[in-house]
């Protein structure tokens, strides 16, 4: 008897638990007598016909291990008719009945174009930026809340040390969940996220007043969390912002840029949990033949949707968490 063969592919930034997904739902997978196909580099590896077959002995060490070892890198051509046929004849070529997408929100969109074409499709949410309004938690997105926090409260430290407004650039270039999480995690004394840009207090004006209060009244150090979305077109957005604030205040401030670091490292045991749960519905969806589906947790449970309504879910800001963070800050 012939095994259903099933896709997998990561694509998009990578971010930690992708490999758990995969991980998942190749045991899961072939305890249901179905064929893992492990296709490289995101939807470019559908492009250059790189797939390869994926054993559970294949997988066995890739569980807590960060990044993706499937690889993952931008593909221009699923953009295009001419692309997404191609994509579509690799998937017939080597047999696939059905496809699961580990991504973010551009990774959806090619997932949802393969299904408008016929094939199956499962998306499984893997972004650190938790920035997919339709689920309460992505893949990697706990993972690098804890890189961040262990980070922001290691240059706490020197501020102390030194007297010194420490600024701390996270990722987060249209959602501020990491962050806003991180800021009241670590008890920041200013948090600027994309979604409060344009309000009064993103002003500048507030920060320096914040800190002048903090240096009156408490301390000769501060903490400010700053996502990357804030002010997205200017060029080196901490260091900018470090030198208005040292103009502002007379205090001296250093800026620490996280970058990459967040992306990577073993997934935390919720990311690896996360992904296992998730992984584990979309092979039973598509042990179903179902697809044009997205997986995501709310209120602790797992769940699935169709994916259109998934990406026209407008996105929502926690401005309760925001106004708690103000509060704890001393507002």
């Not at 840009?197 to 969390?225: C, G, K, M, P, W």
């Not at 800026?255 to 992984?279: F, H, K």
């Not at 033949?289 to 026209?312: C, K, Q, T």
């Not at 926690?318 to 704890?328: E, F, I, K, Q, V």
Request: charged letters at 25%; hydrophobic letters at 40%; a neutral charge.
């Amino acid at each position: 008897m012939t095994r259903r063969r099933i896709g997998i592919l990561t694509s998009g930034g990578d971010s930690p638990g992708m490999n758990a997904a995969v991980w998942a739902a190749v045991r899961i997978g072939a305890g249901a007598g179905m064929q893992i196909l492990g296709v490289r580099d995101g939807y470019k590896g559908l492009m250059d016909e790189n797939v390869v077959e994926l054993t559970t002995d294949r997988i066995e060490d890739v569980l807590d291990r960060g990044g993706t070892f499937l690889g993952t890198a931008r593909c221009k051509e699923m953009l295009t008719e001419e692309g997404r046929a191609q994509a579509v004849r690799t998937i017939q070529k080597f047999g696939m009945e059905g496809l699961i997408v580990v991504g973010g929100d551009g990774s959806y969109q090619g997932a949802r174009t393969l299904s408008q074409r016929g094939v199956p499709t499962v998306g499984l949410p893997g972004t650190i930026d938790n920035d997919l309004s339709y689920t309460d938690y992505t893949i990697g997105f706990d993972t690098a809340l804890n890189t961040v926090c262990d980070s922001v409260l290691k240059i706490r430290d020197t501020m102390r040390s030194h007297d010194r407004v420490g600024i701390v650039e996270v990722m987060g270039r249209h959602c501020g969940d990491i962050a806003l999480n991180a800021a009241v995690a670590c008890g920041a004394d200013y948090v600027l996220v994309p979604e409060m840009q344009y309000a009064e207090e993103f002003d500048l004006s507030n920060v320096a007043r914040r800190v002048e209060h903090i240096y009156r009244t408490t301390r000769t150090y501060a903490t400010i969390v700053l996502a990357e979305g804030v002010c997205y077109d200017m060029e080196h957005r901490a260091h900018v912002f470090r030198r208005r604030l040292e103009a502002a205040t007379g205090h001296s401030v250093r800026e620490t840029v996280l970058g990459y670091t967040q992306r990577g490292g073993s997934p935390s045991i919720y990311d690896r949990r996360l992904a296992i749960n998730m992984a584990d519905r979309a092979i039973q969806l598509l042990a179903q033949r179902v697809g044009n589906r997205v997986v995501g947790r709310r209120g602790g449970e797992i769940f699935d949707m169709d994916i259109m309504e998934a990406l026209n879910m407008p996105r929502t800001f926690d401005r309760p968490l925001y106004d708690l963070a103000n509060r704890l800050a001393g507002d």
